[in-house]
């Protein structure tokens, strides 16, 4: 397998991952916490232990990479966003949409790069903002609709989506050695709590 199918393949994974994000409609936070914490185990433990983790890693990867942190991640967001589930659901969106698309795109077609970090591109931020807020919003709206959350307007759901897709985007382009699990979701969750707070 080449390297760059190997990419492509984390990537469409890293994004299907994601659907889970559609259970919040029926759980609560601890039940979903108690998921999170599985994906954890499953994660750190039982992919190390069979070798499938292996396929996933990108060269020199260290042990605690991207897929280990991805469920930590999710983790952090259900537990700080434990009252308003729909956040933390539409951060999970921005984090398995935004950043999976931006690295097909930006890997296929970005030529031009930005000016604050040449590995990364237009199209690639781009590509992160037009698909992470259609899909931030759908998650928004169908966590909020489930039989025990709270409903919010569109209004909101659109603001919410918007933010925390935007500032995801740019958590994800700048040149940082924290993993782009860790700040996605940081930011589209710190965005979407101060547009939550207005």
Same mark, same amino acid.
């Given at each position: ?13 890293? $994004? ?9 409609? /029926?759980? *609560?936070?601890?039940?979903? @916490? ?10 750190? =433990?039982?992919?190390?232990? #069979?070798?499938? &983790? ?12 991207? =897929? ?5 991640? !999710?983790?952090?967001? !259900?537990?700080?966003?434990? *009252?308003? %589930? ?12 935004? &950043?999976? =698309? ?11 790069? %930005? ?7 237009? !199209?690639?931020?781009? @590509?992160?903002? @037009? #698909?992470? #807020?259609?899909?931030? #919003? +759908?998650?928004? /709206? /169908?966590?909020? +609709? ?5 409903? =919010? ?9 918007? +933010? ?14 924290? &993993? &782009? *699990? !860790? ?7 710190? +965005? $979407?709590?101060?547009?939550?707070? %207005?």
């Amino acid at each position: 397998m080449t390297a760059a199918h190997s990419e492509t393949r984390r990537q469409w994974i890293h $994004m299907l991952v994601g659907a889970f994000g559609l259970l919040l409609h /029926w759980l *609560n936070w601890w039940q979903a @916490a108690i998921l999170a914490g599985m994906a954890i185990l499953n994660n750190f =433990v039982l992919m190390p232990l #069979f070798k499938i &983790d292996r396929s996933f890693l990108r060269e020199g990867e260290r042990f605690v990479s991207g =897929v280990k942190l991805y469920p930590m991640v !999710v983790l952090a967001l !259900v537990v700080v966003f434990r *009252n308003e %589930l729909h956040i933390a659901a539409g951060c999970w969106a921005i984090l398995a949409v935004g &950043d999976s =698309v931006s690295n097909l795109f930006g890997r296929r077609y970005g030529k031009a790069k %930005l000016p604050w970090n040449g590995q990364k591109s237009w !199209v690639g931020t781009i @590509a992160f903002v @037009a #698909f992470s #807020f259609p899909a931030a #919003f +759908a998650y928004i /709206w /169908w966590t909020q +609709a489930g039989p025990l959350h709270a409903a =919010v307007s569109v209004g909101v759901i659109s603001s919410l989506a918007a +933010a925390g897709s935007v500032a995801g985007a740019l958590a994800e382009s700048l040149p940082v050695p924290l &993993d &782009d *699990n !860790v700040t996605i979701g940081l930011s589209s969750g710190l +965005a $979407m709590a101060l547009i939550g707070a %207005l």
